[in-house]
């Protein structure tokens, strides 16, 4: 009789697990990922329908996510990776879900896993470095945890700033375009995405509003006048000038100096050029012409 009851006991519990090839869990912003269990680990990972979540992992377990389109755009989306999960249990400090492009050895993110409560979930994100193009099966493995997987998603990663494109006429005249954004700290690579144009960019700056960088800085207190042979700069309030530096309209710079006193000239040659003054947080087109 016992018998009997541990039988319909594990009866009534086979079906809350799959190991079929055809689950699907939810991917980040709608949507649905298929997914297949292709190696659960010492545990035998498995889909919990009741939690629905990959459950019952452990180290070594992996997981297949299939047909995730990174786009097709000439300069790629730079997607990130999200992935929620929940893992009360204590885990070390080398707990990372490793994410592959395809079936290879080399992970092109590992995102980190902590100890999260009983019933939470939380996210863990890692931006990717490499452009990715197409449609790819996307490989999960589980380092050093045994976390249950509820979500996973590939974004195009949220730009902190946008810069609105400044019509100027011609290819040989440059105009500055600004963008603002929240407070940023820290060391970061700045990535650019060109959005329905195809703009040259001269330079790009940097720089606190009000400050010393670009912002609302005021560029009345310098004057600029051009001259058949040169540039002359000068400052009416009587202050330092401090670096100037003088670029062709495609970002080579040609000039640079450092202005002890409030006014400098630069002898230049016939063209166009972009000054930029950082201590005053002015940045002017200037032209020398015979």
């Not at 996210?123 to 449609?135: H, I, K, S």
């Not at 195009?156 to 494109?165: C, D, I, K, N, Y």
């Amino acid at each position: 009789m016992n018998r009997l009851r541990r039988m319909a006991l594990l009866l009534a519990l086979f079906p809350l697990f799959s190991h079929a090839d055809d689950l699907r869990i939810p991917a980040r912003g709608g949507g649905l990922y298929q997914v297949v269990v292709v190696d659960g680990g010492s545990s035998g990972a498995a889909y919990d329908r009741e939690t629905e979540t990959i459950s019952n992992t452990s180290d070594g377990t992996r997981i297949c996510i299939r047909s995730i389109d990174f786009g097709d755009e000439r300069y790629g989306l730079y997607n990130r990776f999200v992935i929620e999960y929940t893992h009360p249990e204590a885990c070390g400090e080398e707990a990372y879900f490793d994410v592959y492009i395809e079936d290879t050895t080399t992970p092109v993110a590992s995102l980190p896993v902590v100890q999260t409560l009983p019933g939470e979930f939380v996210e863990t994100e890692m931006p990717l470095d490499v452009n990715v193009l197409g449609n790819h099966w996307v490989y999960v493995g589980w380092r050093n945890h045994s976390a249950s997987l509820r979500t996973f998603g590939a974004d195009e990663l949220r730009p902190f700033a946008t810069v609105g494109l400044v019509r100027t006429g011609s290819l040989a005249q440059y105009e500055l375009g600004q963008g603002r954004f929240e407070p940023l700290t820290g060391k970061h690579r700045l990535k650019m995405v060109w959005k329905g144009n195809n703009a040259p960019v001269s330079a790009v700056y940097i720089g606190k509003a009000g400050g010393s960088g670009m912002g609302d800085a005021p560029q009345a207190a310098v004057r600029l006048w051009q001259t058949e042979s040169g540039i002359g700069i000068a400052s009416s309030a009587s202050l330092p000038l401090g670096n100037v530096e003088v670029y062709t309209p495609d970002g080579k710079q040609v000039s640079r100096l450092l202005a002890d006193g409030p006014s400098c000239f630069l002898p230049l040659p016939e063209g166009i050029y972009i000054v930029r003054l950082p201590q005053q947080g002015m940045v002017a087109k200037a032209a020398v012409c015979d």
